[in-house]
């Protein structure tokens, strides 16, 4: 390569769309993407509801490496990992020694599982879903399970939980939170959509704090702070998610809760960038899909020399738990305001107003959710 390559470190979402979205701007800069496993795509989101959807490890596999290569025009380097990025010499330095230049860098480094402090000798035995592989490990030990506990009530708890109890599992939920969702919903809606999920077999445990996780012959038994105990067939851990910084931080890049970064996507290097689930964009930390692509489309047009300020408009976001249809625009952080509800057996409709009675989020439950475009369109941007 005669000229320095632009360089994505991370083959997710937020990788792949950037490349694609730059494609359509410029065909000639060389691009490299370094990706720390089989640089295939696919859709990260339809992992917790794939049962449902048919979908096995393979069929979720959209494109290989190679043909990813190809189509983007770009060098997939599979199976990297890279040790260190040295922003002064504008270049990475890969598990093995080896060094590659950049003109431009790109973190789409992810997030990473959230695991509890928990004691006893079943620990190592907890799976989580972060990836494909993570997926297809939890696709096989499911050939031989039948009871399978959640830890954590969040979107992804919620979604698998959906997922496995339709599949035939015998599901159980656990959560500090007195209710699922618990950061988005209000309890009416919480509610709802825990009757909903009961309704077809998921057993909760809100209020509750696991202690302990010990083998007991081939199962494991989870001990709760109160003295009660639950045994289970696999254990799958959904707490949350906390931004990958570890390699930006080392190199001297600024994170705070993520990788800080600029309405430009620009970290305190001007020639090195950050989004998706590592960037935490002029403040915010937003782990969905849509402010991926619209972060993706903004940054692709500032490496084509087309400097953009990425812009976030109200982004519903879409639960999947077909057993209760839910979809969520949480009010932004602080807003003033209070929830006006609306409930009926197939529906709960929370609208969340300030003073002056001017929409700032909703949650749309059940039948609700047909009111989610009219309402969006009332909705403020989350980042103007």
Known sequence: MSQNPIVIIGSGLAGYT??????????????????????????????????????????????????????????????????????????????????????????????NQIRLPLEGD??????????LDDYRSFRDTLTTKKEISILGAGLIGCEFANDLAMAGYNVHVIDISIQPLGKLLPPAGGTFLQRKLEAIGVIFHFDTITKRVEKIGKKLQLTFANGKT??????????????????????GIKVNRGIVVTRSLQTNYSDIYALGDCAEVDGR???????????ARALAATLAKKPTLVRYPAMPVIVKTPACPTVISPPNPGTKGEWQIEETPDSVRAL??????NLLGYALLGTAINEKISLTKNLPSVME
């Open 285 to 295: 930390v937003l782990p969905f899909v849509m402010p991926i692509m619209h972060a």
């Open 122 to 131: 079943g620990v190592e035995e907890i799976l989580s879903v972060n990836n």
């Open 18 to 111: 950037v490349i694609r979205e730059f494609r359509k701007l410029e065909n000639e800069i060389p691009v490299i993407i370094i990706s720390t496993d089989h640089g295939g795509f696919y859709s990260k989101p339809m992992l917790s509801n794939a049962l449902a959807k048919g979908k096995t490890p393979d069929t979720l596999l959209n494109s290989n490496a190679e043909h990813v290569a190809e189509q983007m025009k770009a060098v997939m380097r599979p199976y990297s990992t890279v040790r260190a990025i040295n922003p002064v010499n504008k270049n990475i330095v890969l598990q093995d020694g080896e060094e590659i230049n950049y003109d431009q860098l790109v973190l789409a480094l992810g997030a």
């Open 352 to 357: 969340f107003n300030d003073a002056e009675n």
């Open 230 to 251: 639950l045994q289970t067939d696999i254990l799958l851990t959904a707490v949350g998610l906390i931004p990958n910084t570890s390699l930006a931080e080392e190199a």
